[in-house]
C-alpha cells in the first residue's frame, strides 16, 4: 500500500479538469429522430432543405395591394380574389386591384403590400367589392419576404450544439426529420465500502445506505449519457478491479466514489497501480473534495471522486460533467454570475472554496447569495436544498456582506 508520506502541492482545480478531459473523445454517431433529440447533441452539422418562408407571404389579415394605388387616403380598389393560408392565389395583381389576404398565405405576384383590415373600408367579404383606404401604406408593408427566415442551404445546427426544443422546432421546420449525433456516452459508477447497504436495505449499526451511487446515475442521466450500475465494491484489495471488469455494458468513463484516499481500508490506490491500470493520484486545492483519483483500467478513463455525499457531488460538477460533454461532443460552461454577498466571509486559505449556498434576486433584479450556515461535506440536506455554489479563490481576501462574489448555479435537476 503506498503511503502518501511526503506532502504534494495542491494541484489547482482548473489544472485537474484539463488533465481530466485530455483524449476524451465522443464514440461513434448515429442517426436520430427529432422527436426524440432533446439533449442529444450534433455529430454533424446540419443545412436547411427549405428556405423559410419558401414564398413571400403576408404577417397580418388585410388586402393585397400595389402600394402606388393607395397614395391617397380614399383611394379606391377593386377585390378580385382571396388568397388564405395553405390556399394561394394564383392569378396578377394589376392597377387598381386588391386581393383579400390572410396571415401566413402567400402574397399575389403584382402585390407590394398589405393594407391592414382595420385601415380599409370593404363593401363586402365577397370579390367585386368596393375597397376604399383609410391609411396610406408604407413600401413591402407587412409582407414577410422569401428566405426572411433561412435560406436554403443555410448551416442551421452546427456540429457540438445541444438539441433543445427549440433547435427540433428549427430542424423539423428546415424539412428534417432526423440528424446524425453522438452515441450516448456509458458511464460505469462503483460504491466503495464496508459501511454501504443498497437503498431498500434497513442500515445496521455502523451502517449506512449508498447514496451516492443514486446521485450520480440521476446526474448522468441529467448530462444525457447513460449510467451503468457496476453496484458497491467491499473494501478489499481487487474488489473493484473485478466488479469494473464485470460490467453488463461497454464503458467509455468509470466514477467511483468513496476509498480514494491512502487509509488502511481504502484500496483504489493501489488496484490502480496493478498490470493494465494507469494511477494518477491527486490532492485538489478545492473544498469541498481533496482527494480524487484519475487513471485507466484496460484503457477506460476513471475518475475517482470523494465518498462524502457534498464532495462527491460538487466533484461530479466541477470534473464530471465537463467529462460526460466532452465525452458526448459538445463543450460544457458553467453558469457563473456575480452576485451580492449578504454577509461577511473570512479569508481563503490555498483551497478553491465552493460553498453551498442560496441564491435570490432583489425586486431591484440584483442576485444576491447567502451561504448556508454549515459546510461539512457530509450534510446532504444542505446541498440539496441550495441552488448555487459561492467559488472563491484560493487566498481571496476577507469579504463583507455588500461585497460581489463569483457564484456558479447549479443546475435545478442535478
Ligand atoms: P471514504 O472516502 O471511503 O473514506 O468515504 C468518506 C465518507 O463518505 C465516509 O463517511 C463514507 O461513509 C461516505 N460514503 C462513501 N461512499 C458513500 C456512498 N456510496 N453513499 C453515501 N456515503 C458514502
Ligand atoms: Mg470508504
Known amino acids: 500500500m503506498p503511503r502518501d508520506s511526503k506532502p504534494r502541492p495542491l494541484l489547482p482545480v482548473d489544472d485537474a479538469r484539463a488533465r481530466i478531459l485530455e483524449g476524451l473523445v465522443p464514440g461513434d454517431a448515429e442517426r436520430c429522430a427529432l422527436a426524440e433529440a432533446m439533449g442529444r447533441v450534433v455529430a454533424s452539422d446540419v443545412a436547411s432543405r427549405l428556405s423559410l418562408p419558401p414564398e ?56 407590394d403590400g398589405i393594407i391592414l383590415q382595420e385601415d380599409v373600408e370593404a363593401g363586402s367579404e365577397t370579390d367585386g367589392a368596393v375597397i376604399t383606404v383609410n391609411e396610406v401604406p408604407r413600401d413591402g408593408q407587412f409582407i414577410r419576404p422569401a428566405g426572411l427566415d ?10 457540438g450544439t445541444v438539441m433543445s426544443a427549440r433547435l427540433i422546432s428549427l430542424a423539423t421546420s428546415a424539412g428534417h426529420t432526423d440528424i446524425s449525433v453522438w452515441r450516448r456516452p456509458h458511464i460505469g459508477v462503483l460504491s466503495t465500502g464496508d459501511e454501504l447497504v443498497l437503498p431498500g436495505d434497513v442500515p445496521e449499526r455502523g451502517q449506512i445506505i449508498s447514496s451516492n451511487a443514486t446521485y450520480l446515475a440521476a446526474f448522468i442521466r441529467a448530462c444525457g449519457a447513460v449510467p451503468v450500475d457496476l453496484g458497491i465494491a467491499r473494501d478489499r484489495a481487487g474488489a473493484m478491479l473485478e466488479q469494473v471488469r464485470a460490467a453488463s455494458l461497454p464503458l467509455d468513463m468509470v466514477v467511483t466514489t468513496g476509498g480514494a484516499s491512502v487509509g488502511t481500508h481504502d484500496h483504489l490506490v493501489s488496484d490502480l497501480s496493478s498490470a493494465g491500470t494507469e494511477l494518477g493520484f491527486w490532492k485538489i ?22 465518498g462524502n455525499p457534498v464532495s462527491s457531488a460538487v466533484c461530479a460538477n466541477i470534473f464530471l460533467r465537463p467529462a460526460i460533454a466532452q465525452l458526448s461532443g459538445s463543450k460544457h ?23 453551498r449556498s442560496s441564491l435570490r434576486y432583489g425586486e431591484d433584479g440584483r442576485a444576491r447569495v447567502t451561504p448556508a450556515r454549515k459546510q461539512d461535506s457530509s450534510m446532504i440536506s444542505i446541498y440539496a436544498n441550495a441552488d448555487a455554489l459561492i467559488v472563491r479563490p484560493p487566498f481571496d481576501a476577507a469579504k463583507s456582506a455588500g461585497d460581489q462574489v463569483m457564484v456558479m448555479r447549479l443546475d435545478p435537476l442535478m
Open 285 to 306: 486545492a478545492m473544498r469541498p473534495g481533496k482527494p480524487l483519483l484519475h487513471g485507466r483500467i484496460d484503457g477506460i478513463p476513471l475518475l475517482g471522486l470523494p
Open 333 to 355: 460552461r458553467p453558469q457563473m454570475i456575480a452576485a451580492e454577498l449578504t454577509e461577511a466571509l473570512r479569508e481563503n486559505d490555498q483551497r478553491q472554496d465552493y460553498l
Open 56 to 111: 413571400a407571404v403576408s404577417a397580418m389579415d388585410g388586402y393585397a395591394i400595389r402600394v402606388a394605388d393607395c397614395q391617397t387616403v380614399g383611394a379606391t380598389l377593386t377585390r378580385i380574389g382571396e388568397s388564405a393560408a395553405g390556399r394561394p392565389w394564383d392569378g396578377r395583381l394589376g392597377p387598381g386591384q386588391a386581393v383579400r389576404i390572410f396571415t401566413g398565405a402567400v402574397v399575389p405576384d403584382g402585390a
Open 150 to 159: 433561412v435560406t436554403a442551404g443555410d448551416i442551421i445546427l452546427t456540429a
